[in-house]
């Protein structure tokens, strides 16, 4: 250990690296992080003595100094989050937003390499870990995070070459029975309890509206080239698409559909031949192998 006013001791690069991120990124400070089991882990020092780690400068603190990088840090974290998840934002204020982003980061700290993945449990969170806060419809902004989460997932997911609809049509009638379906990966499908994809159409369109009543809404997020979509799915289209996607011939996926008692048989036999060429012409099947003839 230094002796008072003498330079710093150097430690080694890699666990100097390590100490400073666990210090400057916890929840609750510089002296929380400094006490922290998992930097004390890299450099065992109290915070008592950290100016035998970090020198003060003329101006500030050793603390002051890290509390420089700390708090530029949670800074990025938050202008993230209200990127990702500018919805629930607006659903319940900037000001609440950021508390409700502390206390998310103080239990989901990021761990990953990539900052992107930052929201990843942040729709999770949202529905089961903040029941004792005063935020409006727990269950509402939580559909609405999955939604604006699943956006940021397709984003980034692998290309795949759809399967183009002129290709589909001349398949045979007798065919389409058999035919299993593979979905592009910039695929996810999302059943919510609110209508949020309507919901974060009004966001975008520079509309904030007060919290919907609860209503049964499917969505499907994907997309095409090098832009998000969003679209709206019928009951029946949303369980289609769903076990389409699981891996069921087009036969199997209507006998499980025609057993459920919410299936509305009609509106199914109606529109089956019209939801696939609205699906193929946007891109969201990949695959679709056939029978042999």
Known sequence: MSRPGARPEPFDLGALQRWMFEVVAHSKGVEAGVESEAARKHIDVPFEQLESVVERSKQLSAKERLDVYANAYFWRLLEIMQMDFPTVECAVGKDLFRGLV????????????????LGVPFSSYLRHETGDLEIPEPAFLADVAAIEWAMEEVFDEQRAEPVQLDDLLGVPPDRWAGARVQTIPALRLIECGYPAHEYIAAVRKGECPPVPAPKDDFVAVYRKEFSVYRLQLEREGYALLNALRAGQTLEEALELLADRPETDLERLAANVGAWFQDWASRGLFAKIDFPEA
């Open 102 to 117: 502390e206390r998310y980061l103080d239990r989901h700290p990021s761990k990953h390499w990539s900052l992107g993945k």
